[in-house]
């Protein structure tokens, strides 16, 4: 199933050459162009090359249903390892099955930016909650003593923001806490902003 043993009919099973060996890495990230995706797109394509794989990078746009096609299309194809950064990690999510598939047939499956997801995935994530902490003491250092914060709810990486926030400021408000979904979050960069309108009007005040 992993694809390291070959069977020949009248003949016996043998060691699969390295040359016959599937060198395709998948990345699923949801923007190839977004933020520091194309720095890291560029950087694995060339410490892979030098290893003689090919990096093949997708961009899922946010979908669900599009991350679901892009694993069962790695899986299909026994790719050398998929590199993902799931479109959400904390809800329960359908496509753990799929990642749990791939796990099965010994495809290594790295999640990016995510602290969260099915045993057996390797995670390579920022200190999200150091994070949250610093921006948050930055901002009081520069003499502002009411602070407010917009996380997303469904993400492992804007929690542990949340709780570095929560952390570092001295009261802690809970209305001037917006938590939103990944779905909010396209909807308000979409122009449907009345969630965020909301909130700001509500902060503001006085």
Avoid: Q, W
Avoid at 27 to 36: H, V
Wanted: proline fraction near 3%.
């Amino acid at each position: 199933d992993s694809g390291l043993i070959e069977k020949r009919n009248g003949s016996g099973s043998y060691i699969v050459e390295e040359s016959k060996k599937n060198k395709t890495v998948f990345l699923i990230t949801e923007d190839c162009d977004r933020y520091l995706s194309p720095a890291l797109i560029s950087g694995l394509r060339s410490e892979l090359a030098s290893s003689k794989y090919v990096l093949k990078a997708f961009s899922t746009l946010g979908s669900s249903k599009e991350e679901a096609a892009l694993i069962a299309r790695a899986v299909s194809e026994k790719v050398a390892a998929i590199i993902i950064e799931p479109v959400r990690d904390l809800i329960p999510n359908a496509n753990d099955r799929l990642i749990e598939d791939a796990l099965a047939l010994r495809i290594p499956v790295i999640y990016l930016n995510s602290s969260a997801g099915p045993y057996g995935v390797v995670h390579i994530t920022p200190d999200y909650r150091e994070a949250g902490k610093i921006l948050t003491d930055k901002l009081k250092d520069s003499g502002r003593s009411k602070i407010a914060c917009i996380f997303c709810s469904d993400s492992s990486a804007g929690m542990d923001e949340y709780k570095g926030y929560i952390g570092a400021v001295k009261t802690f408000d809970e209305g001037r806490c917006l938590l939103i979904s990944h779905k909010e979050e396209k909807e308000i960069i979409s122009g449907k902003d009345k969630i965020l309108s909301s909130f700001i009007g509500n902060t503001l005040a006085g």
